[in-house]
């Protein structure tokens, strides 16, 4: 099992910025990819940013520029920095942990409770 905390959610006003922070615990080994996804009001969840273990990282156009992902292997965290906010920023983001390998299984993937973000004057 897997727990993700997020934080650094909040209310911003426009052209500010953000850092969120997942931390991961539990008793699994390894953990391939790390994210941030976000779920706006009557849409559908969309991802933001990962990052594997490796250090490839993805970015959705609509943050690419502006927003940064970085992880702490060491500390089973990841980060997402976000500047230049505008209010289609605002949504729930979740962190998502995915290939989880654990003892007794491969490829799961996991979720946190999500942190809200609204940007908003």
């Known amino acids: 099992q897997v727990q993700l905390v997020e934080s650094g959610g909040g209310l911003v006003q426009p052209g500010g910025s953000l850092r969120l922070s997942c931390a991961a615990s539990g008793r699994f080994v390894y953990i391939n990819t790390m994210g941030w996804y976000r779920q706006a009001p009557g849409k559908q969840r969309e991802v933001v940013a990962t990052m594997t273990y490796g250090g490839t990282i993805n970015y959705a156009n609509s943050v690419k520029g502006r927003s940064t992902i970085s992880r702490d292997n060491a500390k089973n965290t990841v980060y997402l920095q976000m500047s230049s906010l505008q209010p289609e920023d605002t949504a729930v983001y979740y962190c998502?942990?995915?290939?989880?390998?654990?003892?007794?299984?491969?490829?799961?993937?996991?979720w946190g409770q999500g942190t809200q973000v609204t940007v908003s004057s």
């Open positions: 998502n942990a995915g290939g989880v390998r654990t003892t007794s299984s491969r490829g799961d993937d996991y």
